[in-house]
Each structure stands twice: as C-alpha cells, then as structure tokens.
C-alpha cells in the first residue's frame, strides 16, 4: 500500500535528476542564511558550482554546534512571518536547537508521515493514540498531522497517565500507538498488573531513541503488535524521516526528499552501500531551514538498493552514536556492534565489556563476556567451541580478530544509566 | 528405569585466577558436601572444576546460589584391580566396543582405585564393561 507512489517508488535517473533540481534550489535557499554565505565563502565554493549530485562532497558539512551557534533564527532562510511552527530540542549542553516551519514545510512533513503509516498497512478506519509528548518536542504534532492527514482516528494523548491511556486504548478500540519503546514496554507492564490485554492494539511505530530486536520481540509479544522502528531528528523537520516497512529489515528513507550520504566520522570520506558510518544528510525540500551535508551523529549504513515492498533504497537500523566510534588498527567499529553480535547469540548474557590495548604497537581488542545460564553443558570442548564461534561472529561483523574471555556469571559490572563498557587502555601516542 | 550405575558428576565453570577453586571448595564445605573426587580441565583464561559429591543435588544448589554455573554430567565409575594392567584392560574393553573416553581421572576409594569415565555412549559403556566382569560403582552412594 503506497501513499504516494509516484514518489516511494521514484529511482535511478528520475531519482538522480530530481534531486539534483532540488539540491540547486535548497543551496540557492542556503545563501539567505549569513551562516552559509560565510561558510561557503570560506570553503571556495559557489552554489553554482554544484552541476552533478557527487558535487556535494565538495560542500562543508553542518553540525549541531553551528546551530546552536545560530539561536534562536539564525539559520531561517525566511522571514519570520513566513515561518508558522517553532519547535526546539534540548542540548546536553548550552541553548537548545530552534527549528522553524513554513506552511509547505508543515504540508512536506506530514506528507511523509503519511508515507510511512500508510506503509505498514495502517489508514483509513484505524483509530491512532499518540503518545508521545506534544509541545516543543516535534514528534507528538508531527505525527500527528500526518495521522490526521491519512485519515485515522486520532487520539492525542501525549505522555503520563499510563492508567488512562490502557483505558483509552480498551474503551476506544485503538488499534495503532506511537510512543518511545521505552513507554511502550511500561505501558505493557502497568497493563499486566491492571490485567488488561490490550486486545485491539495491533501496530506500534516505536522511535526517538535507539532499541534492539530484543527489545521488539519483547514488545511485539506483550503488547500483541507488530513494532515499526521510526528515525527523525528535529533539525529535518522530526520523526517520518525513515521508517521501516512491512519487511521490519532497514529503514525507507525518502530519497525525493533527503540527499543521504554515509561517511567515516573521523575522515569525512564517503563510504560505500554495506560500510557502517556516519548518516550525513541535506535534506531538499526544507523552506524555512535549509541544511547542507548535516552531521547526524547516528550510525547506520545504506542497504542494497531493493526491497521486496517496491520502494528505494534502506538504510540499517541506528546502531549508535558516531562519538562513540572507536579505531582499532585502522578499523571503525561501533561498541553497538559488538552488543548486536552477542545478543544475536544465545550463549552470551546481555552483559560486556571491551577493552583495548596497545601490544607492541599493535591495537588489541578483549571482549569479556558471561555465559547465559542454560549455555553451560559442564564440558570444556563445549566452552572452547562457544569461544570460537562468539570470536568467529565478531570477527565476522567487525572485520577484526578479538579475544573472547569467557567469564563467570555476574561478574561483570552493571550499569545504570549510560553504560560504559570500553575501557581503552592505549594511553596517547 | 534410571540406570544404577550412572553417576551424577557436577562440572563447574570457573575462571582460571586466584582464589576460584577455593571459593568452589569453601562453598561445598559449608553446605557439608563431601567431595570424593574432582579434577580440572583448563583452556584459554578458563577451565571446568569436575567433582563427585555425596549429594549432586545439593551441591548443584549451594553453587548456584553462589552464582557459578554449574550443571551435571553423567558418568561411570570402575572399580579398577590394584595389579599392572588394570587400566588398559579397561580402556580395551571400551576400545573393543567402539566407545570413545572424552576424559577420566581416578581416586582411590576405600576398597580399590576408582577411575571416573566419561564417554559418549554411557549405557554402552556400562553394558560392556559389566558383560566383561568389571565392576562399578554404584550411583546410590552418591546421592
Ligand atoms: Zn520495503
């Protein structure tokens, strides 16, 4: 089911042709901010300098600090009567984000909201609780105008409560939510305690922070959906940017709309489909805040370019954050990595630790894991076995040799809060 | 029918540093377990404390309260003749019958040498070295 065919579908030379019509309309909206015209000058580039869609990588890149260097309207391209939304986001340091909005900026976004809930087959006669907070925060208005926009039910719940929304979601009949997974799994349990089944729930779009397939399965069998992962970011307009369709494997990302390039944090080189990165992304059709090559910061790859649902192509669920990336002999590799391998794994606990050394200047990487419960058959070749093949795995997945130590069940220290699990012990250089 | 003669050994995963071993031995002395036999197998940065005690069951609980993981394996004890050739007779009756030996040690018990085996056909195992006049020991002391 497609909300917009023409455009879920859009590839090769229409794709390429239209995005470079829109990328040359979004710089020349760029040179109305001081910021871009400066920065621009700087890197000796012109607008007009971009004839090919690969010329974007002579473009300086965006980061968050700029915007924030910007507050509060520092980075609108129009006049502020033109601009009918603000929203904010919260640094962990300093004055937050300002994101402005025109009103084709607000019709673009609920557009490709719409895209996404129509994609995993929910629409018209479906009644939608949202509840997630509204406010300055983008994802309760921005979901909900494209729900309203497909023609659900909408119910706008927003946060708190947890006892009424369960009431809400039985009395109404709701058949879809959309929340963070983390209120999702609270949600299940405050249910379970009032003994209510949530029967008529049967979709969830889960997003605005990062969870794992344990985590859907965990969520798919207590709340008896099927779970969605949504990726947005305020700075390109809020959640819908990406959004995972009826195969649950990568995210659609709305390629008529965001120029996406994945590249290496620390060199700012492009890499190729299947190499993990950093999301780059110049979105194309923003009015109010044009951005060029922005610094997500999320790590993800670009997946093959085909998906059995007809639409372009995916990028990989959000596997961290690029300040965590570590370089081990020459490799990138993501702490995030290593914790999808061994919870892929069955015979590994949830806990680790990775810690990286400097032998005779070469970089070694430890990774000490406990054994899950049932996994001890009581023989050593078994142990020995189950040592090959987590180090096989990782290796596998990270491109790089490790040592696994097998440790003894609760030995490991447990976080609360942000864990952290590398210690890097190679000092300076 | 459980067989009498296959004994419930418990294996525990442990670490190789300081202090694993005695923490294992101090755990079974406080719950009053006698420990009859026990060996260790070691591999890369860990290793498998293997033990007969009185009470597998008990031993099982007192172990993995302490967190270790732990679980049984089934094996066999024989008697073994206190004269030259006892062990080969015994490792060519396995041989005979196709029975491959994962690993053994002994102690030596009241009345004779006991070799604890541990082999991938356990009832074959028994059958033959019962046909062929061994003697084993039996689980019942064990439990
Ligand atoms: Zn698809």
């Given at each position: 089911?497609?909300?917009n065919?023409?455009?879920?579908?859009?590839g090769?030379?229409?794709?390429?042709?239209?995005?470079?019509?829109r990328?040359?309309?979004?710089?020349?909206?760029?040179?109305?901010?001081?910021?871009?015209?400066?920065?621009?000058?700087?890197?000796?580039?012109?607008?007009?300098?971009?004839?090919?869609?690969?010329?974007?990588?002579?473009?300086?890149?965006?980061y968050?600090?700029?915007?924030?260097?910007?507050?509060?309207?520092?980075?609108?391209?129009?006049p502020?009567?033109?601009?009918?939304?603000?929203?904010?986001?919260?640094?962990?340091?300093?004055?937050?984000?300002?994101?402005?909005?025109?009103?084709?900026?607000?019709?673009?976004?609920?557009?490709?909201?719409?895209?996404?809930?129509?994609?995993?087959?929910?629409?018209?006669?479906?009644?939608?609780?949202?509840?997630?907070?509204?406010?300055?925060?983008?994802?309760?208005?921005?979901?909900h105008?494209?729900?309203?926009?497909?023609?659900?039910?909408?119910?706008?719940?927003?946060?708190?409560?947890?006892?009424?929304?369960?009431?809400?979601?039985?009395?109404?009949?709701v058949?879809?939510?959309?929340?963070?997974?983390?209120?999702?799994?609270?949600?299940?349990?405050?249910?379970?305690?009032?003994?209510?089944?949530?029967?008529?729930?049967?979709?969830?779009?889960?997003?605005?922070?990062?969870?794992?397939?344990?985590?859907?399965?965990?969520?798919?069998?207590?709340?008896?959906?099927?779970?969605?992962?949504?990726?947005?970011?305020?700075?390109?307009?809020?959640?819908?940017?990406?959004?995972?369709?009826?195969?649950?494997?990568?995210?659609?990302?709305?390629?008529?709309?965001?120029?996406?390039?994945?590249?290496?944090?620390?060199?700012?080189?492009?890499?190729?489909?299947?190499?993990?990165?950093?999301?780059?992304?110049?979105?194309?059709?923003?009015?109010?805040?044009?951005?060029?090559?922005?610094?997500?910061?999320?790590?993800?790859?670009?997946?093959?370019?085909?998906?059995?649902?007809?639409?372009?192509?995916?990028?990989?669920?959000?596997?961290?954050?690029?300040?965590?990336?570590?370089?081990?002999?020459?490799?990138?590799?993501f702490?995030?990595?290593?914790?999808?391998?061994?919870?892929?794994?069955?015979?590994?606990?949830?806990?680790?630790?990775?810690?990286?050394?400097?032998?005779?200047?070469?970089?070694?990487?430890?990774?000490?894991?406990?054994?899950?419960?049932?996994?001890?058959?009581?023989?050593?070749?078994?142990?020995?076995r189950?040592?090959?093949?987590?180090?096989?795995?990782?290796?596998?997945?990270?491109?790089?040799?490790?040592?696994?130590?097998?440790?003894?069940p609760?030995?490991?220290?447990?976080?609360?809060?942000?864990?952290?699990?590398?210690?890097?012990?190679?000092?300076?250089? | 029918?459980?067989?009498?003669?296959?004994?419930?050994q418990?294996?525990?995963?442990?670490?190789?540093?300081?202090?694993?071993?005695?923490?294992?031995?101090?755990?079974?002395?406080?719950?009053?377990i006698?420990?009859?036999?026990?060996?260790?197998?070691?591999?890369?940065?860990?290793?498998?404390?293997?033990?007969?005690?009185?009470?597998?069951?008990?031993?099982?609980?007192?172990?993995?309260?302490?967190?270790?993981?732990?679980?049984?394996?089934?094996?066999?004890?024989?008697?073994?003749?206190?004269?030259?050739?006892?062990?080969?007779?015994?490792?060519?009756?396995?041989?005979?019958?196709?029975?491959?030996?994962?690993?053994?040690?002994?102690?030596?018990?009241?009345?004779?040498?006991?070799?604890?085996?541990?082999?991938?056909?356990?009832?074959?195992?028994?059958?033959?070295?019962?046909?062929?006049?061994?003697?084993?020991?039996?689980?019942?002391?064990?439990?």
């Open positions: 089911m497609f909300w065919k023409a455009m879920e579908t859009i090769g030379e229409d794709l390429a042709t239209l995005q470079l019509k990328l040359k309309w979004t710089l020349h909206q760029t040179q109305k901010v001081d910021f871009y015209r400066r920065r621009f000058k700087e890197a000796g580039v012109r607008p007009e300098d971009i004839r090919r869609l690969d010329d974007v990588e002579r473009l300086p890149f965006t968050k600090r700029d915007l924030q260097k910007g507050y509060p309207f520092g980075f609108f391209a129009v502020l009567n033109k601009v009918v939304r603000v929203h904010t986001t919260s640094g962990t340091t300093g004055k937050p984000t300002v994101v402005g909005y025109t009103r084709q900026d607000l019709e673009n976004w609920s557009e490709m909201i719409a895209r996404n809930i129509v994609m995993v087959g929910v629409g018209e006669g479906d009644v939608f609780q949202n509840a997630v907070n509204y406010g300055l925060f983008t994802g309760g208005l921005g979901f105008y494209g729900a309203e926009k497909v023609g659900l039910t909408v119910i706008p719940s927003a946060t708190g409560n947890t006892r009424r929304q369960i009431e809400m979601i039985e009395d109404f009949g058949t879809a939510i959309h929340c963070t997974p983390s209120y999702a799994l609270h949600i299940a349990e405050v249910a379970e305690s009032m003994g209510r089944s949530l029967d008529s729930l049967s979709t969830g779009f889960f997003g605005a922070e990062p969870w794992s397939e344990s985590m859907r399965r965990e969520l798919e069998s207590r709340l008896g959906v099927t779970a969605f992962d949504s990726y947005g970011l305020s700075e390109m307009y809020g959640p819908g940017v990406a959004f995972e369709c009826q195969e649950q494997d990568g995210l659609h990302i709305w390629h008529d709309s965001y120029l996406v390039e994945i590249i290496d944090p620390k060199t700012g080189e492009r890499l190729s489909p299947g190499e993990r990165g950093e999301l780059v992304i110049t979105p194309l059709v923003k009015e109010a805040m044009p951005l060029v090559r922005y610094r997500t910061g999320d790590i993800t790859m670009l997946m093959e370019d085909r998906c059995a649902c007809g639409r372009g192509q995916k990028i990989a669920r959000i596997t961290g954050r690029s300040d965590d990336m570590l370089v081990i002999r020459g490799i990138n590799v702490p995030s990595q290593i914790e999808h391998v061994l919870m892929s794994l069955p015979e590994v606990g949830e806990q680790f630790m990775v810690y990286i050394d400097r032998v005779k200047h070469l970089d070694e990487m430890t990774i000490e894991v406990e054994m899950s419960r049932a996994a001890f058959s009581g023989e050593l070749q078994d142990l020995a189950m040592q090959k093949k987590i180090a096989g795995e990782l290796h596998n997945t990270l491109g790089l040799r490790t040592t696994v130590r097998l440790v003894e609760g030995s490991l220290p447990r976080f609360e809060g942000k864990a952290k699990r590398v210690v890097d012990r190679r000092g300076g250089i | 029918m459980e067989n009498p003669y296959i004994i419930k418990i294996s525990i995963f442990s670490e190789n540093r300081p202090g694993r071993l005695a923490a294992i031995a101090e755990a079974l002395k406080g719950a009053e006698n420990i009859f036999a026990f060996s260790i197998a070691e591999a890369d940065g860990f290793g498998v404390v293997r033990a007969l005690v009185d009470r597998p069951e008990e031993a099982y609980r007192a172990l993995t309260d302490l967190g270790f993981r732990v679980s049984f394996t089934e094996v066999v004890g024989v008697k073994m003749r206190d004269e030259p050739g006892g062990l080969s007779e015994i490792a060519s009756i396995l041989g005979d019958a196709d029975i491959n030996i994962e690993y053994a040690y002994a102690y030596s018990g009241r009345d004779a040498a006991v070799l604890i085996l541990r082999v991938d056909q356990v009832e074959d195992a028994i059958r033959q070295i019962l046909e062929r006049g061994g003697e084993l020991l039996e689980a019942s002391r064990f439990r």
